[in-house]
């Protein structure tokens, strides 16, 4: 399984950006899916987005749709979630997850991925 560190979250006013990371080890990252949930308090972990192992198809959940921006850079071993016009609600602990194997794509179960990071706190205040 690869092993995956998010970082790049923090406090942002609301409209700010962030940029959050998610650096890999191993050799075949650039062969898995890759994806970001985020799970808010009380909440159930959420699909924010999901890219295809090459980066050429990504897919959004609707409330993030225009905003985020995921991408990868598979000779540095790193997935990257670009937030724009963050707003309060979202507000969440943000996780990268990976998945080998072909499923299909877009992968926006938790379920359909294998290995996750440890998370990272983004706080959006309004």
């Known amino acids: 399984q690869v092993q995956l560190v998010e970082s790049g979250g923090g406090l942002v006013q609301a409209g700010g950006s962030l940029r959050l990371s998610c650096a890999a080890s191993?050799?075949?990252?650039?062969?898995?899916?890759m994806g970001w949930f985020r799970q808010a308090p009380g909440k159930e972990r959420e699909f924010v987005a999901a890219?295809?192992?090459?980066?050429?198809?990504?897919y959004y959940a609707d409330v993030v749709k225009g905003r985020f921006t995921i991408s990868r850079d598979n000779a540095k071993n790193t997935l990257y979630l670009q937030m724009n016009s963050l707003k309060p609600e979202d507000t969440a602990v943000y996780y990268c997850?990976?998945?080998?194997?072909?499923?299909?794509?877009?992968?926006?179960?938790?379920?359909?991925?294998?290995?996750w990071g440890q998370g990272t706190q983004v706080t959006v205040s309004s």
């Open positions: 191993g050799r075949t990252f650039r062969t898995y899916r």
């Open positions: 997850a990976s998945g080998a194997g072909g499923l299909g794509f877009p992968n926006m179960s938790p379920s359909e991925y294998d290995s």
């Open positions: 890219i295809n192992w090459s980066g050429g198809s990504t």
